[in-house]
């Protein structure tokens, strides 16, 4: 790929890796982090990628799901500030952090699995792919996720939402 | 249960992603980001990296919008985007279910301030990818959105990115975002033709053979700058009639020939030489179907394209185009007489001059005689190079005896806008 489509890609795909990248991380900061560490690792590789955005959604995936990465970014400092919220009534800022909290207190490979399979939409096997596991681990950690979420929001709580 | 349960995850992240929107210019922040990193590799690799991102800036500021269904779009300033709107989805997959669910997708996320009702006005795949361009709209005012992802991804994933809050126009042209495409439509009542040759005749003229779409009201094509020209006829007025894609600002090295619908062969350079403190470059190609089209331009990084004769007011583009090339066109059927008029700027405004730059090869020219008002004006060549002024019409080489040994057609200001001779319509 051309290095000018790198521009373009940036500029019409940041939001939704930065979508991504927060229900991932749960923090704006560390969200921008990770979008910007991973578009930069994979600036360098621009050439060779045949599919930009599955790409970068690995890259994302694997520096979130690295423990030395973990630890080197327990906190993340930048000058600059956060992308803006959106609009964000009262009423759902408690939903969002009650979901945001369940998120943080399961392993950081199943909330992977979570978001790829339900934010992302992928399938088992494209999801099985990028984490570089077995489909039957997808099945079960995306089982086992969603019981820690429905144990920690109640199915009514999600429910409701659904409704 | 568990499908309850997968649903209402998918709209819990729905709930919590969606109150996140990023600042604009994600690339300039990209890259100042990197400025930092590499500041600490030591100074050789800062300087390397401010110069890479100084490049890109000028660049970022004509970028694309940032994707949100916020918006609160543009005045509706002709009827043809109103029956645009009016009009049915188009694209391969507007026949199959596949639009409802894209029209549920969108309507499920927050529209733009007013801006209630919602139109989708192609979903198709073109080149390997899946499109989608929408128009959120209401009485007076319209936002166009397009987005495309990869043939397999999900509807959830098409309807939430991509471009937004973009002027809707009577021909919408979306590209794509990683694979080059180009998708034109325009109201179902109208018709696009395309051609990719012309032959240029003695008075300037282009004839041209042009090939109805097969979808009548809509054209996909797997490049960004298809060489191709594209006429929108509606009724038996033609609305549209100028390249496929827009030729104002280009990148070094693109086919300006090519992208103007014509044909060619090998791009031979002509001349150059300075004019006004400029160094310009002209080069020519004959063209397939016979004539000879003319490229001048200077510089040699990015460039700005004139198409039309006078300034405009002042403030009507402001965008910094200093560090910019300029470039214009023409067409002539004699291979060995060249006259291109020589481009201006104002602002981030280029367009055509008054003074034509003639080139010959004729053996023996010796002056060139321009149409004046009275009468005729002439002045010598220099190794068959001269700049004179000429308001339009038929210029005519002539030797030391004052023969007339050749000529070529300049295309008079009343007839511009144009590009490589051919004029420019858009009259929706």
Not at chain 1, 122 to 127: A, G, I
Not at chain 2, 107 to 120: E, F, N, T
Not at chain 2, 399 to 408: E, K, S, V
């Amino acid at each position: 790929m051309a290095a000018g489509e790198f521009q373009d890609f940036v500029e019409v795909r940041y939001g939704d890796l930065l979508r991504t990248a927060y229900l991932l991380t749960g923090s704006q900061h560390a969200a921008e982090d990770l979008v910007q560490s991973s578009l930069l690792r994979v600036m360098r590789h621009w050439g060779r990628v045949d599919e930009p955005l599955a790409y970068v959604r690995r890259v994302m995936v694997n520096q979130r799901t690295s423990l030395w990465r973990r630890l080197r970014n327990a906190e993340v400092l930048t000058d600059d500030p956060p992308d803006r919220p959106g609009p964000d009534p009262t009423d759902r800022i408690l939903q969002r952090q009650s979901l945001l909290e369940a998120l943080d207190r399961i392993p950081v490979r199943m909330r992977a699995v979570l978001v790829l399979r339900y934010w992302e939409d992928l399938s088992e096997t494209d999801t099985a792919e990028l984490l570089g596991i077995s489909v039957g681990s997808v099945k079960s950690q995306a089982s086992r996720g969603l019981a820690r979420l429905r144990g920690v929001l109640g199915v009514d709580e999600l429910t409701r939402r659904a409704s | 249960m568990s499908t309850d349960l997968e649903h209402a995850l998918r709209q819990a992240f729905q709930d919590a992603a969606e109150t996140v929107v990023p600042r604009p210019e994600p690339m300039r922040r990209l890259l100042r980001r990197r400025r930092r990193r590499w500041a600490g590799l030591g100074a050789f690799f800062a300087a390397v990296a401010v110069a890479a991102g100084a490049a890109l800036v000028p660049a970022l500021q004509a970028g694309p919008a940032q994707r949100a269904d916020n918006g609160d779009g543009y005045p509706i300033t002709s009827a043809w985007t109103r029956t645009l709107l009016d009009s049915p989805a188009r694209g391969s997959l507007a026949g199959t279910p596949l639009l409802a669910e894209v029209e549920r997708g969108i309507g499920d996320r927050a529209g733009g301030s007013g801006l209630d009702r919602l139109k989708v006005l192609f979903l198709g795949e073109v080149a390997g990818r899946r499109f989608v361009a929408y128009a959120r709209f209401n009485d007076t005012r319209a936002a166009l959105y397009y987005n495309d992802t990869a043939a397999g991804d999900s509807v959830a994933w098409l309807v939430r990115g991509g471009y937004g809050n973009l002027p809707l126009t009577p021909l919408v042209r979306i590209t794509g975002s990683t694979t080059p495409a180009l998708v034109g439509l325009v109201p179902a009542d109208c018709r696009i033709a395309t051609s990719t040759a012309g032959t240029v005749s003695g008075n300037g003229v282009v004839a041209r053979d042009w090939t109805d779409s097969p979808q009548g009201s809509w054209v996909a094509r797997d490049s960004s700058q298809p060489a191709e020209r594209w006429r929108v006829t509606c009724g038996a007025t033609v609305r549209f009639e100028g390249p496929a894609a827009p030729v104002d600002e280009v990148a070094p090295g693109t086919d300006l020939v090519a992208a103007g619908g014509l044909a060619h062969g090998a791009v031979v350079q002509r001349w150059s030489g300075p004019i006004d403190g400029r160094t310009w470059t002209l080069t020519t190609t004959l063209l397939s179907g016979g004539g000879i089209a003319a490229v001048l331009s200077s510089g040699a990084g990015k460039a700005t394209v004139a198409t039309a004769f006078p300034p405009p007011v002042a403030g009507g583009a402001t965008a910094n185009r200093d560090e910019w090339g300029l470039i214009s066109t023409a067409i002539s059927a004699d291979p060995d007489v060249v006259a291109v008029r020589v481009p201006e700027r104002t602002g981030a405004y280029t367009y055509y001059s008054d003074r034509v730059l003639v080139v010959t090869t004729v053996p023996g020219a010796w002056s060139v005689l321009a149409p004046a008002s009275p009468g005729a004006v002439g002045i010598p060549l220099d190794n068959g190079v001269g700049v004179i002024h000429v308001n339009g019409g038929v210029i005519t080489i002539r030797n030391a005896a004052d023969t007339d040994i050749g000529g070529t057609y300049v295309t008079d200001p009343r007839d511009m806008p144009d590009y490589l001779g051919e004029k420019l319509v858009s009259d929706w």
